[in-house]
């Protein structure tokens, strides 16, 4: 810090490039907001905190997808490796850990099952480099399914179909206790959310991130410009395999077991939807995906618990048909609605 | 504006719920997690079915408590079943809990009852170990090994000398594997090969093939319910039986809910199991007659009286502790309770919270132009697990 | 060891008569429809209704389940789909999930969660002795059928003045409509055929497997596989494909059980890092 800044004079167009930069990592009001009324819920639904707490799991994994959907552009249906992953190596610390100092600590099985999984998640990646949409949702889906059967085929250590028994993580931090009620892991949840949130909004308002969002929209032309594509896929893909494989870890320690069923193919297609019904993209469009996505399953589920499949669909069909880019599109449309009448007044 | 709607929806439904304990002096609340949707669905059906009829035979009130029943569909997923199992027991304050249509569903809500001391009635799970799992599990189904072992003890003494066994393979499956090697093996037989399929599994043309290849004198089966339709269609289609190959299984293969329209090809299968609707008593009569009017014409099968029984055994308890519903005075209550079901006569041990029921030998006939398993032997008095 | 080839054989033709269907929507009008296991259920579920409650023969539930699900495609095509050719592959896949969860719930609602069963007239069962394997009468009937069916889809696309509208339709919309080409119509149509051949697909799958609500989804993945490792722009490439996944997966299971149902996965993911576009493609994926 010298001279040499002190002379530079930076371009008009540089100038610009900054304030964009700048302004597109300011906080708006409706994002606090958001996270405000997310941490109200404590107080405000003291009866629904194990559903909450899947929610904001479940928007975790949304997150991972849109991180290398909505800002890089590679679709995938496999997501439900990496969380699968995630789960059975949280699963596995907290259960033959127990006792053994740091290795039942659940923050540091958060680090085992996303450790894990960023590790499968950066050997596959290599598989989802080129091809059609079609191609890589075929091959991220037969990633997971080839996972799906490893957990059913090691039946002495992943439990097999049973799923995995007996996991008993201790306190968090060795002070809060895993409760009944579903306190400990609701906070605990929405605190890793909200940090591993923070990251992922650093990151793709970074350089990297608009790079990711260059090679999204022509990846010819990235390359051309003297950027390594591959390597920021590669990345990318890694980083969303980090986030699921965390976000099981968070499902392992606060349902305190395992199963295949979280490997199998209709949580990677949930949580896959729950983006797209949310809006890719945005960030938040898999946070309001699966938080409406999941309460109308248990809203409806409630009312007809055989039959709430039917009024799901609807609504998925119905969404598809009048609204562009879901929830958040639908928003975006409502509030220019509202200032274009606002105007004409 | 649409998220807000559905948040004070929502927050509305708390407050409806929580508004509910001031009423629980009267009402007793059982809450039943079952798979209503899914591949399981059918267990599910068949479970909701037996217990409405339980109450809608003997009434809403037990020892001056009303009975309210509460559905919860976990999809057959088993984060689902706990997270369901504890917001019963935490909001809606449940004296019981109950239902658990497969074995890892069972299993994952076993914390949950330990930990919130309600009791949990098992009316479908069949793998021996899950009542040990949590000093609340009482089961009103049966087990694998108690359904099995009479089977390998028939086929023993009937002239089969080698079994080839084809199980689905998660728990229960391999629980009847086991159970029928270890009994067949100790009476003389030999087990030639055990086959395990994949749980979700379309085609079993290889496993068959195979089973055919090496010509045993019989070939075990074993599906969960619901599955035996698909398996029995393959197993006719090879020939087995022409090929000298006996079809032996569990009655979960031959299941009541399926078995009329899997084709005559299936007459003259041996099965055994701890429930026909064939079963021959006055009580069964009565059972299936009204099962069928309340459902619009479904057969009732060994699900529907896991949660007919599991009902009955509620009611019991309540009677015992005269309308107390302090979750370990129900779970003593419960032990050692007796009495004569749609199934015949059937108790829960006192020591291992487990079903003792007959199991019956049958054989795959055509009575009055339908298919049923119809009773030719019975072993009494099975313990469920030791 | 021919028995193996033959029911792996069979097992295929199983696979691709379901997947037939879709390798016309998706393959010729590049529209991701994940509701086509919901034609297929239609189809099955008809032939069920037919058999059991109206004692219609067999070989007529075919033809029967064919228009059945034709008629129903064409006219969600009319009302739904249409709106969707020009939206992104995600918002089809959201809309077609939609169509199957609802499709679901409704057969749940009329039938029941139970499986449902038919069984086949005598002279389609039993087994027949070739070449010292014996292979089942049915399974026999369906590889017929399948063959037929791929030659004479592969003659209507190459050879007919509807199929080269319709591969000039596909190629570029715009372009095809100046020349006079009615696009609308012809899409409406391919799109019933495809209906219609996934109905039928269902009709003859009652032979072999059972059906339950959830087969839309407990089938898609097959589907998918084997549309993807065949490529999307031919019949013929999912139909070998289909043969190929078949034979691998019973062969598999019979020699190797421990490791039997990996498979499939691997031959997909193998093929589709070796060739994105599918095994038996010509030119570059779409």
Redesign the interface.
């Known amino acids: 810090m010298t001279d040499t800044t002190m002379t530079y004079q930076p371009s008009p167009e540089a100038v610009k490039a900054r304030a964009v930069l700048l302004g597109r990592s300011r906080w708006g009001f409706a994002e606090i907001a958001f996270w405000l009324l997310a941490a109200a819920c404590y107080w405000l639904f003291p009866t629904k905190l194990s559903l909450l707490s899947e929610i904001a799991i479940l928007g975790l994994v949304a997150l991972s997808i849109d991180l290398v959907l909505g800002y890089a552009g590679i679709v995938t249906l496999g997501q439900g490796a990496f969380f699968g992953i995630g789960a059975y190596a949280a699963g596995l610390a907290a259960k033959y850990g127990a006792g053994v100092a740091p290795w039942s600590d659940p923050v540091i099985g958060l680090f085992i099952g996303g450790g894990f999984a960023a590790l499968i998640g950066f050997a596959t990646s290599f598989l989802v480099l080129r091809g059609s949409d079609l191609t890589r949702l075929m091959v991220t889906l037969g990633v997971a399914l080839i996972v799906d059967e490893i957990v059913n085929q090691t039946k002495w250590l992943t439990g097999g179909s049973d799923g995995l028994q007996g996991v008993l993580p201790s306190p968090v931090l060795g002070i809060w206790e895993f409760d009944l009620f579903g306190k400990t892991a609701f906070v605990y949840s929405m605190v890793v959310l909200f940090i591993l949130f923070l990251v992922a909004r650093a990151i793709v308002k970074s350089p990297f991130g608009l790079s990711l969002q260059a090679i999204k929209g022509n990846p010819l032309r990235t390359r051309a410009i003297g950027m390594p594509v591959n390597g920021r896929l590669v990345a990318i893909y890694t980083i969303s395999s980090f986030y699921a494989g965390i976000a099981g870890a968070l499902a392992a320690q606060t349902t305190q077991f395992a199963s295949p069923d979280y490997v199998a193919f209709h949580r990677s297609a949930d949580a896959l939807l729950m983006l797209v019904f949310g809006g890719a993209g945005h960030l938040y469009g898999g946070l309001l995906g699966s938080i409406i996505f999941r309460t109308m399953q248990d809203v409806l589920g409630n009312i007809t618990p055989q039959y709430w499949q039917f009024w799901l669909g609807a609504t998925l069909v119905g969404l598809v048909l009048f609204v562009r880019g879901g929830i958040l599109g639908l928003l975006a449309n409502l509030r220019n609605r509202a200032t274009r009448n606002g105007g004409a007044k | 504006m649409l998220r807000r709607q559905i948040l004070t929806g929502v927050g509305a439904a708390a407050l409806a719920l929580a508004a509910f304990p001031a009423l629980a002096q009267e009402t007793v609340k059982v809450g039943l997690i079952l798979p209503m949707t899914g591949p399981s669905a059918s267990t599910g059906r068949q479970i909701e079915a037996g217990a409405r009829l339980w109450i809608a035979q003997n009434g809403d009130t037990v020892a001056g408590k009303k009975i309210q029943l509460i559905i919860k569909d976990d999809t057959g997923a088993a984060d689902q079943s706990k997270r369901l199992a504890t917001e019963l027991v935490v909001n809606d304050k449940v004296a019981v809990l109950g239902g658990f249509g497969l074995t890892p569903l069972a299993l994952s809500v076993g914390p949950v009852a330990t930990q919130a001391k309600v009791p949990a009635v098992i009316m479908a799970a069949g793998t021996s170990t899950i009542v040990a799992s949590s000093p609340y599990f009482v089961r009103t189904s049966f087990t694998l090994p108690q359904n099995t072992a009479p089977m390998a003890q028939w086929s023993a003494a009937n002239n089969i000398k080698t079994v080839v066994t084809l199980v689905s393979d998660y728990g229960p499956g391999l629980d009847s594997e086991k159970a029928f090697k270890a009994e067949f093996e100790a009476k003389g037989g030999k087990v030639l090969e055990t086959l395990r399929a994949p749980l979700a599994n379309p085609e079993f043309a290889a496993f068959l093939q195979k089973a055919k290849d090496l010509k045993p004198d019989a070939l075990f089966l074993f599906v969960p319910s619901g599955q035996g339709a698909s398996l029995m269609k393959q197993v006719n289609e090879r020939e087995l039986a022409k090929a000298g190959i006996k079809i032996i299984g569990t009655g979960d293969v031959t299941d009541d809910d399926q078995l009329n329209g899997m084709g005559d090809a299936l007459i003259g299968m041996i099965t055994s199991h701890n429930y026909s609707a064939a079963h021959d008593s006055p009580e069964n009569k009565a059972y299936v007659s009204a099962f069928l009017k309340a459902t619009n014409n479904m057969r009732p099968n060994f699900m529907s009286v896991g949660g007919y029984d599991g009902m009955a055994l509620i009611y019991k308890a309540l009677e015992k502790t005269k309308g107390e519903t302090d979750g370990a005075k129900l779970l003593d209550a419960m032990k050692g309770v007796s009495w004569t079901s749609p199934r015949g006569p059937m108790s829960i041990d006192a020591t291992t919270r487990d079903i003792t029921q007959n199991v019956y030998i049958r054989e795959v006939k055509k009575v009055d132009g339908q298919l049923y398993n119809v009773e030719f032997a019975t072993i009494a008095n099975v313990k469920g697990s030791n | 060891m021919l028995?193996?080839l033959l029911?792996?054989i069979?097992?295929g033709m199983?696979l691709f008569i379901l997947a037939v269907g879709l390798c016309v929507t998706?393959g010729l009008m590049n529209f991701?429809n994940l509701a086509h296991g919901a034609f297929a259920m239609a189809g099955g579920y008809l032939t069920i209704t037919l058999m059991?409650q109206a004692g219609v023969p067999f070989l007529l539930c075919l033809p029967a389940a064919f228009i059945f699900a034709a008629v129903l495609g064409l006219l969600l095509e009319r009302t739904?789909y249409r709106?969707?050719y020009d939206?992104t592959?995600?918002?089809?896949?959201?809309?077609s999930?939609?169509?199957?969860?609802?499709?679901?719930?409704?057969v749940?609602?009329a039938y029941?969660?139970?499986?449902?069963?038919?069984?086949l007239p005598d002279f389609l069962?039993?087994?027949i002795n070739f070449l010292g394997a014996s292979i089942?009468v049915?399974?026999l009937f369906v590889i017929v059928i399948c063959s037929l069916l791929v030659v004479g889809l592969q003659l209507i696309l190459t050879q007919t003045r509807f199929g080269s509208r319709l591969r000039a339709a596909v190629d570029d919309g715009r372009v095809a409509r100046g020349m006079g080409i009615d696009v609308t119509r012809i899409f409406a149509v391919t799109f019933a055929v495809g209906s219609g051949l996934a109905g039928l697909g269902g009709a003859l799958g009652t032979g072999?497997?059972?059906f339950?609500?959830?087969f839309p989804?407990?089938?898609m993945?097959?589907f998918?596989?084997v549309?993807?490792v065949g490529g999307?722009t031919t019949i013929t490439g999912p139909f070998l494909a289909a043969i190929l996944l078949g034979v691998a997966?019973?062969?598999?299971?019979?020699y190797v059980?421990?490791v039997?149902?990996?498979i499939i996965?691997?031959i997909?993911?193998v093929v589709?890092?070796l060739r994105?576009?599918g095994l038996f493609s010509r030119g570059p994926?779409?």
């Open positions: 028995t193996i029911d792996g069979a097992y199983l998706l991701i059991q739904l709106h969707l939206k592959h995600l918002d089809q896949v959201l809309f999930i939609g169509l199957v969860f609802m499709a679901m719930a409704m749940d609602y029941g969660a139970n499986q449902q069963i038919v069984n069962t039993g087994r089942g049915y399974r072999i497997i059972s339950d609500p959830t989804l407990k089938y993945i097959y998918l596989i549309i993807s999307t997966d019973v062969a598999g299971k019979y059980p421990a039997g149902g990996f996965y691997t997909m993911v589709l890092i994105p576009q994926a779409r």
